[in-house]
């Protein structure tokens, strides 16, 4: 667990308040595309769905791609195909 959380690719800047709201919630596609709080993220409490702005989508997949692959971190089988698609 150290090892994973210490990882350069697990470690990004992020505004408090939208990191404590996004909680552990599920990248998705979320229908209201607003802005929270200034930040390029659409976050779905309902659904429990966070939707990065597209210009950010590819580097949020290859990351959890990455630390998925590294340290056997299961992804489901829709969050896989969510993030192959983003990547690309």
Known sequence: FKQAEAELYNLWPAEGLVNQV?????YGEVSEKTNFYGCAIAIDKK???AE???QIKGLVA???LFMSEK??????????QLMSAWDK
Request: cysteine-free; glycine content about 0%; aromatic content about 8%.
């Open 22 to 26: 996004r909680s552990n919630f599920r």
């Open 47 to 49: 659904t429990r769905k």
């Open 52 to 54: 990065p702005d597209d």
């Open 62 to 64: 290859r990351a959890n």
């Open 71 to 80: 340290y056997t971190i299961k992804l489901s089988a829709a969050q896989k």
